[in-house]
Structure formats: structure tokens, C-alpha cells
């Protein structure tokens, strides 16, 4: 396995108290594989992220890069391990200095890791360029004379230019219109391909994580809730909140009956037991007593909830239109 995040957490102390936006979470990366990875806003995706690159300190857990856990570095030694992983911001204006030009912006990367001589870098930031579809006039622009998807282009060549096996990108395409998302995810899926990097794709955008992702991990209040394939994702999603998710897009249709309530839990104070209860349809006694822990439904198949555990089985008949457990283990 290339990179192995076990039970990490990240917290942040606020004038309110300490929030937990990663809680436990452990999750694999197979080298080559892009995992998409979905949620609401403010569910901790992006800390997620910023976490596995260390750029910053979870409060517990671990991270290994070819079974390296990147914890146990000093700053010294994590260098040539920060080579190995690099991260896609989301927004592409505010990742690049404004007083450098793009070439300069391309350069300074391999400056800090040593790569190659002073002509060699310079030959390799015009084919950095040119692979990701942008002139190498361009080299000598600053930020805010390129429009908003080659200044996202430029960011993910910056990305590239050492070589790295892990790829973290935080809702790259977010801040494009449709038709420059489009060309984002396309270039994505292109460069994986070639250079056979793994990738974390983060986003709130079903659609984009199902064209790109090969699994697919859900997450809610700082946990993962399913994992599933991605040609599972459309026709049989287990968890109430990931069907949710599905729903929420109005060309899909509703298919699960309205919630008790739609409000969010306060992520200061979440629940005990399962944190979607207070938002799904089929919750029961059993959701308020435990956490739910993930089960396996079959081949890389896995979810977070009490329909699906044995604990449950007592209860399931007392649950109203318990519609996931059909369409699972019809499927």
C-alpha cells in the first residue's frame, strides 16, 4: 500500500472550544488509484488533506508513505518524503505568489529539492507547461494575467514538477465554470494515466469525484461513513447519507422520504452514537447508543451504519422503510 492514514485526528481550539474536524479516520491509497473523496462543507475534507501533507500537525494518528510514517521525520528529514506527496489548493489565484511569474513559481520547487541544473530546469518548466496544455509564452505572465483555469493549470504543474506518487487535490475545479471543470478533470485523468501517480481527489461534486475517482470514500463530521467502487456509487450507495448526497442533485429525483430534521448537528458537540441520526430517515434507538463502525458489504465495499450490523437485525423490522438493506443485497 503507498499511503496508509490510521486513525487521524485534527483539532482546532476556537474561542468556543476545541473542534474535532478529523475524527479517527483511517483510509488506504494504492499507488496508481485516485479516491475520490466527498462530503459537505465543513464535514473536514480539506484538513484531511492538509493533514496527510503535513502542512498541518494532526493531534494523533499516523501517515506512512511506503510504510514510512512521516510523523516520526524531523522537518529535516521529511523533506525528500514532501518531494513524494504534493497538493492541488482550490483556489488557483490565491496558491500562487502574485509577485512571482509562472516561471519563477515553477522553478522555485525544484530549486528546493535540487533538481537538475539551472538550463535543465528551465527546459523543464516549458514541458511542464506544454503538458498541461498551456504556451510556454506564458512562463513569463504573473498570476493575474492568466485566466482562472491556466492559473489552475499552472498549480497543478507546480504539483507535478518533482515527481511526486501521491497527488492530494482539494476541490481543484470549485472555483471554474463548467466548461474549464471539464478541461481541469480531463487533464487530471490524462496525467494520472501517463505518470501512474495516486491521487486524493476531494470535493462536494459527486459527479466530478464518479468521472475521476476509481473508489469512492463518504465522509460526515470528521468520519468516513462508506466506501464504495465508483460504478456503485449511482445504483447502490448503502449509507442514508451518501443517498442523501445522490438526491440532493435535482436531475437524480428523490429517493429517500424526507429527514425529522435537516439541521446540521453543531460539529462542537456531535452526537453520540451515529452523527447522521438526527438527519436520517431510518434512525433508531440502536443509532443514539453507538457509534456505528465499518462493515463490509462485499468486494470494496464498505459502510458505516447500523442497518448493516448484526447488533441491528433485531430492530431492522421496526425501522420504516428500511430501503437501503433491499436494494444492497438485491443488488
Not at 516561471?103 to 507547461?129: I, Q, Y
Not at 504543474?157 to 465554470?177: K, Q
Amino acid at each position: 500500500m503507498l499511503l496508509e492514514v490510521d486513525n487521524l485526528s485534527v483539532r482546532y481550539t476556537t474561542r468556543r472550544g476545541v473542534l474535532s474536524a478529523v475524527d479517527g479516520l483511517s483510509l488506504q491509497l494504492r499507488r496508481g488509484e485516485t479516491l475520490g473523496l466527498v462530503g459537505e462543507s465543513g464535514c473536514g475534507k480539506s484538513s484531511l488533506g492538509k493533514a496527510i501533507v503535513r502542512l498541518i500537525e494532526p493531534a494523533e494518528g499516523t501517515v506512512r508513505l511506503d510504510g514510512q510514517d512521516l510523523g516520526a521525520l524531523t522537518q529535516r528529514q521529511r523533506l525528500p518524503w514532501r518531494r513524494r506527496m504534493q497538493m492541488v489548493f482550490q483556489d488557483p489565484l490565491s496558491a500562487l505568489d502574485p509577485r512571482k511569474t509562472v516561471r519563477r513559481s515553477l522553478t522555485l520547487p525544484l530549486e528546493v529539492h535540487r533538481v537538475g541544473t539551472p538550463a535543465e530546469r528551465r527546459e523543464r518548466v516549458d514541458a511542464l507547461l506544454h503538458q498541461v496544455g498551456l504556451a510556454a509564452t506564458l512562463a513569463e505572465r504573473m498570476p493575474h494575467e492568466l485566466s482562472g483555469g491556466q492559473r489552475q493549470r499552472v498549480n497543478i504543474a507546480r504539483a507535478l514538477s518533482v515527481n511526486p506518487d501521491v497527488l492530494i487535490c482539494d476541490e481543484p475545479v470549485s472555483a471554474l465554470d463548467v466548461s474549464l471543470q471539464a478541461q481541469v478533470l480531463n487533464l487530471l485523468s490524462d496525467l494520472q494515466r501517463e505518470r501512474g501517480i495516486a491521487c486524493l481527489f476531494i470535493s462536494h461534486d459527486l459527479a466530478a469525484v464518479g468521472y475521476l475517482a476509481d473508489r469512492i470514500a463518504v465522509m460526515y463530521l470528521g468520519q468516513i461513513v462508506e466506501i464504495l467502487p465508483r460504478e456503485a456509487l449511482w445504483r447502490h450507495a448503502a449509507h442514508p447519507y451518501t443517498q442523501l448526497l445522490i438526491d440532493s442533485i435535482p436531475a437524480r429525483g428523490a429517493r429517500l422520504a424526507a429527514p425529522s430534521s435537516a439541521e446540521l448537528p453543531d460539529p462542537y458537540a456531535p452526537p453520540r452514537g451515529c452523527r447522521f441520526q438526527q438527519r436520517c430517515p431510518h434512525a433508531m434507538p440502536l443509532c443514539g447508543e453507538q457509534p456505528p463502525e465499518l462493515v463490509p458489504l462485499g468486494g470494496a465495499h464498505a459502510v458505516a451504519c447500523h442497518l448493516y450490523g448484526r447488533e441491528a437485525r433485531a430492530q431492522v423490522s421496526n425501522v420504516s422503510n428500511p430501503a437501503p438493506i433491499a436494494s444492497v443485497h438485491d443488488a
